[in-house]
């Protein structure tokens, strides 16, 4: 079955770290770009980060650049997304999306998505 | 960036009846290639999002026929031909030519 399930969130003061984990079955991980999507309390989708199938290239919005860090390890079929100095505004249910072409250079859909794990930034 | 502008925001339907939502960018989504890189996502309550339409025109896997997507350049249309109870959720447009980042519209309730 095609899955994506992610992990890691969880309650974190302002300042702090939290390592989200999305880990993919039913299709080839390596040869799928990788994307992770959040959701404000009451907002729309937000893109946040994205990863080539190969790891090779990285993009980030401009709201977590130099603070998150996406990344994927093949042996593991997993995602990953290292984020550090959160922000109140961080707080979100963050969706791990795969790709639908396989290693393509650049995604222009999202065609599987995860149920989400939700991050919470409070003193 | 690219904003993404859809309307209406909430959209009361009733079962049987057409739906139809707007979407509208500020920079052209039309590639070099023919294709216009928009692409429609509902987001169901206590679901993850799926893809319903992609590249402006195409049904995602198992998306029903009464699901179509129209539009080129900056202006797109998704609509369903006859709302089933099943449809409620938010409906997103995303553009994906001018990423990153990729962009998503505000989103639009659909409400039976």
């Known amino acids: 079955e095609l899955q994506l399930v992610e992990s890691g969130g969880g309650l974190v003061q302002p300042g702090g770290s939290l390592r989200l984990s999305c880990v993919g079955s039913?299709?080839?991980?390596?040869?799928?770009?990788m994307h992770w999507v959040r959701q404000r309390p009451g907002k729309g989708l937000e893109w946040v980060a994205s990863?080539?199938?190969?790891?090779?290239?990285?993009d980030y919005a401009d709201s977590v650049k130099g603070r998150f860090t996406i990344s994927r390890d093949s042996a593991m079929n997993s995602l990953y997304l290292q984020m550090s100095s959160l922000r109140l505004e961080d707080m979100a249910l963050y969706y791990c999306?795969?790709?639908?072409?396989?290693?393509?250079?650049?995604?222009?859909?999202?065609?599987?998505w995860g149920r989400g794990t939700l991050v919470t930034v409070s003193s | 960036d690219v904003v993404m502008t859809q309307s209406p925001l909430s959209l009361p339907v009733t079962p049987g009846e057409p739906a139809s939502i707007s979407c509208r960018s500020s920079?052209?989504?039309?590639?070099?290639?023919?294709?216009?890189?928009l692409d429609w996502y509902l987001h169901k309550p206590g679901q993850p999002p799926q893809l319903l339409i992609y590249?402006?025109?195409n049904r995602a896997s198992g998306v029903p026929d009464r699901f179509s997507g129209s539009g080129s350049g900056t202006d797109f249309t998704l609509k369903i031909s006859r709302v089933e109870a099943e449809d409620v959720g938010v409906y997103y447009c995303?553009?994906?030519?001018?990423?990153?980042?990729?962009?998503f519209g505000q989103g639009t309730k659909l409400e039976i």
């Open positions: 039913g299709f080839t991980f390596d040869d799928f770009g």
């Open positions: 590249l402006g025109s």
């Open positions: 995303m553009q994906a030519l001018h990423s990153p980042p990729y962009t």
């Open positions: 990863i080539t199938w190969n790891g090779g290239h990285t």
């Open positions: 999306a795969k790709g639908g072409v396989a290693n393509a250079p650049i995604d222009f859909y999202f065609d599987l």
């Open positions: 920079q052209s989504l039309l590639h070099s290639n023919g294709y216009n890189f």
